[in-house]
């Protein structure tokens, strides 16, 4: 069960996504982070901003990305905060990434391990390092849509109503205890670019809340 569940009204256009909170938990010192990320960067952005208007009391310690490529690493570099490749291609396997992932973020004192649009599956060695310290966001309302491409498959399916959840990693993917989610309508004429946009902006928005939640309620 989400600890906000969504609220959908009687007409399918008008989903209402949870109402964020006020103000955010307070603890004795910072949430250190760590930022898993493949791509563009932008949730790593939104959660940045959260934590400079002071809502959410956290630090991003190091970004981690995995494709030379990825605009992360521009982000990261206009957020003055410390980033490493960890090119997944060049490693035996997945626990030896893994391994290296450990590595870099004992070596940066992160507390929280926070996937963000982090395209590679990890596995016990990292899980184990971070147990129900390790966050992921997928975009769906799981556990319908799991896996890849989750916008193409709901759009497949017909579904009439949208969202993103974060989720605590577990080695299934995707099956991880809900900490938080939001909805949004699927509407006619919907493409997969249009629906990820519209689903994005939701995550900003929840990915910093949940964290602040997942530090504070533990999960069941």
């Known amino acids: 069960m989400s600890l906000f569940p ?56 190091v970004v981690i990305y995995n494709n030379p490529q990825a605009h992360v690493a521009q982000r990261a570099q206009q957020w003055d905060i410390p980033s490493m490749l960890l090119n997944h291609r060049h490693f035996a396997s997945r626990e030896a990434l893994d391994e290296q992932i450990i590595q870099t973020l004992q070596a940066y004192e992160v507390d929280w391990v926070i996937m963000a649009g982090w395209m590679r599956r990890v596995t016990e060695v990292l899980i184990g390092a971070f147990p129900r310290r390790v966050l992921n966001i997928h ?47 699927v509407l006619p004429g919907d493409t997969p670019e249009t629906l990820q946009a519209r689903i994005q902006q939701q995550e900003h928005r929840i990915y910093p809340v949940a964290i602040a939640l997942a530090a504070t309620v533990p999960p069941k």
Request: charge should be negative; charged fraction near 15%; glycine fraction near 8%.
């Open 6 to 61: 969504d609220v959908v009204s009687k007409n399918a256009s008008s989903i209402i996504s949870p109402p964020l909170p006020d103000s955010l938990p307070e603890f004795d010192s910072p949430l250190r982070l760590g930022i898993l990320a493949s791509g563009s960067g932008s949730n790593m952005e939104a959660i940045a901003q959260a934590i400079q208007s002071g809502w959410l009391q956290a630090q991003i310690q």
């Open 139 to 185: 975009p769906s309302l799981l556990p319908s849509f799991p896996g890849i491409r989750a916008v193409e498959q709901a759009l497949q399916a017909g579904a009439k109503v949208a969202g993103c959840t974060v989720h605590y990693v577990e080695l299934e993917v995707d099956s991880g205890p809900i900490v938080m989610q939001a909805a949004v309508p």
